[in-house]
């Protein structure tokens, strides 16, 4: 059965995943209300929809590319991988102008709200617009594509781009001022979103493999990264308590804690090797525990504003 429009867009953009990125800008503007007393409604709705566009953006250009460099169509070919992408470009359902077309549209919206952004809260703000962009295209577009290099690059470029600068860059926008407090209180989400994306290679690392996008897994080979995806879990939960005891969060934001369960029932199933489709309940865990850690840590913040 044909797709409707709505259903084609849901599924180009990979819409499910925006709250990776909004939770992180809501995160950041209460830290800014809570510390500072400072709120303004206008900036964080251009915040938020700008984020939600580089994030989308972000979706359709890693697919744009994979499909180019035919890292998509080997994963495609193989019946035993689960592939991540969209499909519709690899189905020749949507064409590559089309779907370029609206890529770069997202892009347009998400820098028209960046330098909006930078008049009202400081021209310091650029520096985000510009190295998110960045980020976002090079990920897997040539020359860098350092999401193909497996030392890491693309790791800490996450860590980035979805925890520190969407929680500083939010806290900024409300404050005029950076802060070391905002960073740290942007590892823990921005970790485990981090092992988001680390999680999904598992999902097609074999073809990826084949057609030289040398991810960790790739590198690493399955057990050890299997490692490495947890000690990354360790570490997100370790940051969210150096946060409570360093008081950038209060006490009871040790309920966050709790996000961990739907990881560790994961975790609990696997064996040192598995088949591509025994991560896909690893791939769910990991969005909810990103999005439940933060949304926890953000109530948790606005309640003690009231208490």
Same mark, same amino acid.
């Given at each position: 059965m044909a797709m409707s429009k709505w259903q084609l867009f849901l599924k180009a953009t990979r819409f499910y995943s925006l709250p990776v990125m909004l939770v992180p800008v809501v995160l950041g503007t209460a830290a800014a209300y809570v $510390?500072?007393?400072?709120?303004?409604?206008?900036?964080?709705?251009?915040?938020f929809l700008g984020a939600g566009a580089a994030h989308l953006f972000s979706n359709m250009i890693n697919d744009? $590319?994979?499909?180019?460099?035919?890292?998509?169509?080997?994963?495609?070919?193989?019946?035993?991988?689960?592939?991540?992408?969209?499909?519709?470009?690899?189905?020749?359902?949507?064409?590559?102008?089309?779907?370029?077309?609206?890529? $770069?549209?997202?892009?347009?919206?998400?820098?028209?709200? %960046?330098?909006?952004?930078c008049v009202f809260s400081g021209w310091e703000l650029l520096y985000f617009v510009v190295v998110g962009a960045l980020?976002?295209?090079?990920?897997?577009?040539?020359?860098?594509?350092?999401?193909?290099?497996?030392?890491?690059?693309?790791?800490?470029?996450?860590l980035f781009a979805f925890g520190i600068m969407p929680v500083a860059g939010s806290y900024f926008v409300q404050t005029g001022e950076f802060s070391l407090r905002s960073v740290l209180l942007s590892l823990p989400v921005g970790i485990l979103t981090t092992l988001l994306l680390f999680n999904h290679h598992f999902l097609h690392w074999q073809s990826d493999r084949e057609v030289g996008k040398r991810t960790l897994v790739v590198v690493w080979g399955e057990q050890k990264a299997l490692v490495l995806s947890?000690?990354?879990?360790?570490?997100?939960?370790?940051?969210?308590?150096?946060?409570?005891?360093? %008081?950038?969060?209060?006490?009871?934001?040790?309920?966050?804690?709790?996000?961990?369960?739907?990881?560790?029932?994961?975790?609990?199933?696997?064996?040192?090797?598995?088949?591509?489709?025994?991560?896909?309940?690893?791939?769910?865990?990991?969005?909810?525990?990103?999005?439940?850690?933060?949304?926890?840590?953000?109530?948790?913040?606005?309640?003690?504003?009231?208490?």
């Open positions: $510390w500072e007393k400072e709120f303004h409604p206008v900036l964080f709705i251009l915040a744009l $590319w994979d499909y180019r460099n035919g890292t998509d169509t080997a994963a495609q070919q193989n019946s035993d991988l689960v592939s991540t992408h969209s499909g519709l470009l690899t189905g020749g359902i949507v064409s590559e102008k089309a779907f370029a077309a609206l890529t $770069w549209l997202f892009l347009a919206f998400a820098v028209v709200c %960046g330098v909006l952004l980020i976002a295209y090079f990920y897997v577009a040539p020359p860098l594509r350092f999401g193909y290099r497996g030392k890491g690059y693309s790791e800490v470029a996450i947890r000690v990354m879990t360790l570490m997100a939960y370790v940051l969210l308590l150096v946060c409570i005891f360093a %008081g950038v969060l209060p006490f009871y934001a040790v309920v966050a804690l709790l996000s961990v369960l739907p990881l560790y029932r994961v975790y609990r199933g696997l064996a040192a090797q598995n088949p591509s489709v025994a991560y896909l309940p690893l791939m769910g865990a990991s969005l909810k525990a990103s999005m439940w850690c933060g949304i926890i840590m953000s109530v948790a913040l606005l309640l003690e504003s009231l208490i």
